[in-house]
């Protein structure tokens, strides 16, 4: 068996049970995220007695105590920042410039500024917010039924968890010990696979249902929209020009390109009058909230992982998956379905710091490549962000339209099932995410 053959069976009583139905009761109630972690953690270290409570206090200290855990409130304030500018419209410009050619144009202009935001913010909630205000209005003048179109920005905000720069590969490093400029240069092929799934779908859907015109442009005129819109929103670019070079040149970390790209857009900002001093104030409590909802989790998530690693719960979930099969590829399917169901209802960060300690065993028992099974992990997730009863990205978009959840998350199915076929090669083909990597990681 690929497991070997010197696991030892874990028997789990109460003291795992028990917390785990008060953590599943308290997110029931809409507890706090980070308050049903932080009381399952508590819960389980005095039923057990494995750890003194005094040591919790240090936990949760030393699990934000990481210099790259700053670059996450850098990313979401520069998208925050790109959005106040202006910069924002700018990508939409030129996107629509590049698609215009094409039947069902704008559909695909929606998906690609959602990339382009992506690359700035590593936010999907953030993506799905600014692109939704400015484009669904429109899509739904271009023929797309409301529902569609909130489906449409909804899925590609997708992207903003996917693409690199992406908060979620930041945490997942952290809680793995991996580095977030590796995860950000193994994810860009599956990131634009994940953009190109759901541009594909789109174009599909377009032709069945004859959604959107368009396309009849000659090269010529198509060619002169373009650089129309290069011209005059050329200086957009500089900011993700930045941090893709920064990042994968190697001579900026991951939190230097947040702190450099904040700089440069609130000078691009003042230097196109479309920022002012009395934008700072709501545009950094906009920023610290988000900020606020990720960081308690990631504290209170470091007694809970030293709680299920002491009971030894990651050994034991191994032993109990690998006596059902021996199949690897049953086992990553196992793995996906579980990841899958658990971003229908539950958020990124959560999920990652509960079910990546405790599945990356398994994975290593299988042979999987580490960064891989971090890629397939997040992108998995990031299903979850269009699929009820969470779906994260559909709540956005009906928040700011008034469209029912469910009417949106009916028309989400086609883009679903593209992603989920990313994740399926993602998982079973190494080169999906290790292609770019040196081969030190591979």
């Not at 029931?28 to 399952?40: D, E, K, N, R, Y």
């Not at 988000?290 to 989790?297: A, E, R, S, T």
């Amino acid at each position: 068996m690929l497991w070997g053959a010197t696991q030892q069976t874990v028997e789990l009583g109460w003291d795992f049970y028990l917390p785990v139905l008060i953590f599943i009761g308290l997110i029931a109630l809409a507890v706090p995220v980070w308050a049903a972690i932080g009381s399952a953690a508590i819960i389980m270290l005095v039923m057990s007695g494995d750890l003194p409570l005094s040591l919790v206090g240090e936990s949760l200290f030393t699990g934000i105590d990481a210099f790259a855990l700053t670059a996450v409130p850098l990313f979401i304030l520069t998208g925050d920042v790109l959005v106040r500018t202006g910069l924002s419209r700018k990508f939409l410009d030129v996107a629509e410039a590049l698609t215009c050619f094409a039947k069902g144009g704008f559909g695909s202009a929606t998906v690609l500024v959602c990339g382009m935001f992506a690359a700035i913010s590593g936010s999907d909630a953030a993506g799905a917010a600014a692109v939704g205000r400015m484009t669904i209005d429109r899509l739904v003048e271009s023929g797309y039924p409301r529902p569609y179109a909130c489906a449409l920005v909804a899925a590609g905000a997708c992207t903003g968890i996917l693409i690199p720069p992406s908060i979620a590969y930041i945490i997942i490093g952290l809680v793995l010990g991996i580095s977030a400029s590796t995860l950000f240069m193994a994810a860009l092929i599956p990131g634009l696979a994940i953009l190109v799934s759901i541009l594909v779908t789109n174009i599909i859907v377009n032709r069945i249902y004859d959604y959107e015109g368009g396309g009849r442009l000659s090269f010529g005129e198509w060619l002169g929209n373009l650089g129309r819109a290069l011209a005059s929103g050329w200086y957009a670019f500089i900011v993700p020009g930045i941090i893709f070079y920064g990042i994968f040149s190697g001579r900026l970390t991951p939190t230097e390109a947040g702190a450099t790209a904040v700089v440069v857009t609130i000078l691009m900002g003042f230097i196109l009058r479309t920022l002012s001093l009395a934008d700072f104030p709501a545009m950094l409590v906009s920023s610290a909230k988000v900020n606020g909802v990720i960081l308690p989790i990631i504290a209170f998530s470091a007694p809970l992982a030293e709680a299920l690693a002491i009971m030894g719960v990651p050994q034991g979930f191994v032993t109990a998956v690998t006596g059902l099969t021996d199949e690897p590829w049953l086992l990553i399917l196992l793995m996906i379905g579980i990841l899958v169901a658990a971003g229908c209802v539950m958020e990124t960060t959560p999920n990652i710091v509960i079910l990546a300690p405790i599945l990356k065993p398994l994975a290593d028992n299988i042979g999987m490549n580490e960064i891989q099974f971090c890629i397939m992990m997040i992108t998995a997730l990031g299903v979850g962000f269009i699929t009820p009863p969470l779906g994260l990205n559909l709540f956005v978009v009906s928040g700011i339209t008034g469209e029912s959840i469910l009417r949106i998350a009916w028309r989400a199915v086609p883009f679903v099932l593209g992603m989920f076929v990313v994740v399926l090669l993602i998982a079973y083909v190494p080169a999906v995410s290790t292609t770019l990597l040196p081969d030190i990681y591979k």
